[in-house]
């Protein structure tokens, strides 16, 4: 009798385990891909044009995003940070793949050869090397004492950083510090130098050259202090600084171009402005303060029978409607669609 009874425990033992083995894997719906994300103070939204789905990582994963802040893509990932991780999620389904830990307050990465990030992490003052295949953080590079990196742009085998200072004109900076990556077949993560540009660099463009948007000193509560933003123009490789201009504007950011880096664009305290890229020729072109910038060219309907392509602005009302998207289109100086989502704006990327 016993043996009978030892049989039936192991038979249904096999059988529960079999019953494990079965259960198929959880599937997750492809209900993304192709379209705009918007980055919020809540978490990720997606626009594929038409409708707007809030807070897709919560609603696949049940978890929130802690503060997240920017957001790229990399073959079928998107890659967003947040203060203290860079979380990674498949972007057809939005399912979370890796957390990487670590940071103190990342603000920028960037990928780099060898599968590899740089993450520039504004609470340590360095740039941290995270290896993709392992996750790990693998080494650092310190941008400086007491500096405050914001942002990173990388071409051919060198990365940038660029220290953005603080409000205080007591903590102004005007460094900005290059990182070596590779070598041919060798990575690298070699500190090679750093040069001083504008006041406050916050953001750059490198297409025909390297140029970098400096802030200027802006601190609303001592106006009498503020001072011009300014745009820099530097020699990569050599790292020496060609010319610094002032643009008569104060607290511009958020630098970005046309496709071939002939108009430059960015905001600023006075609205949202473009101008050449020796920068000449600053002009307001809508006149909303912002402190989200995405420039995309388009297609767009002309006319009935014509169609033409534009830069196509996307914007956010910082002051009034900070959780409104607006799409300009710069050829008909018109407003052509209002994104709105649930929670403030902080980034904007296109899939």
């Known amino acids: 009798m016993k043996l009978i009874n030892y049989l039936l425990i192991a038979l249904v033992f096999v059988s529960s385990c079999k019953k494990e083995e079965d259960d198929p894997a959880p599937t997750f719906a492809k209900d993304y891909g192709d379209g705009m994300y918007i980055v919020t103070e809540n978490g ?16 696949v994963n049940g978890t929130t995003l802690s503060n997240p802040k920017k957001i790229k893509f990399r073959g079928t990932k998107a890659y967003i940070v947040t203060d203290n991780q860079i979380v990674t999620a498949n972007v057809k389904t939005f399912e979370s793949k890796e957390i990487i830990d670590g940071f103190v307050n990342a603000t920028d990465f960037d990928f780099v050869d060898f599968d590899r990030l740089f993450v520039v992490d504004k609470g340590d003052a360095k740039v941290k090397v995270v290896d993709l295949v392992s996750l790990d953080i ?3 590079i310190e941008t400086g004492d007491v500096t405050n990196p914001s942002f990173i742009i990388s071409k051919w085998y060198r990365s940038f950083i660029l220290n953005s200072g603080a409000v205080a004109d007591s903590l102004k900076d005007s460094t900005i510090v290059c990182i070596d990556y590779s070598d041919q077949a060798i990575p690298l993560a070699d500190l090679m130098g750093s040069i001083e540009v504008g006041k406050n660099p916050n953001s750059a463009v490198f297409i025909n050259n390297f140029n970098i948007l400096c802030k200027g000193i802006y ?6 202090w ?16 060609d010319w610094n201009v002032p643009l008569g504007v104060y607290n511009a950011k958020n630098l970005t171009s046309n496709t071939s880096g002939t108009v430059f664009f960015f905001t600023a305290n006075s609205g949202v402005h473009n101008m050449y890229d020796d920068g000449s020729s600053v002009t307001t072109i809508i006149p909303i303060l912002s402190d989200v910038l995405f420039v995309k060219t388009e297609l767009y309907a002309v006319n009935d029978t014509t169609n033409g392509y534009s830069n196509m602005l996307y914007i956010n009302d910082a002051v009034y409607n900070p959780n409104i998207v607006y799409k300009f289109n ?11 989502v649930d929670s403030p704006v902080k980034d904007i990327a296109f899939y």
């Open 138 to 140: 693998t080494s650092d």
């Open 226 to 241: 503020n001072t011009f933003s300014s745009l820099s123009k530097v020699d990569p490789w050599n790292m020496e600084l």
């Open 219 to 224: 601190d609303p509560d001592n106006l009498q």
């Open 44 to 59: 990720v939204s997606f626009y594929d044009g038409q409708v707007v789905k809030n807070q897709i990582y919560k609603q």
């Open 330 to 340: 710069q050829a008909t100086a018109l407003y052509c669609d209002t994104i709105v």
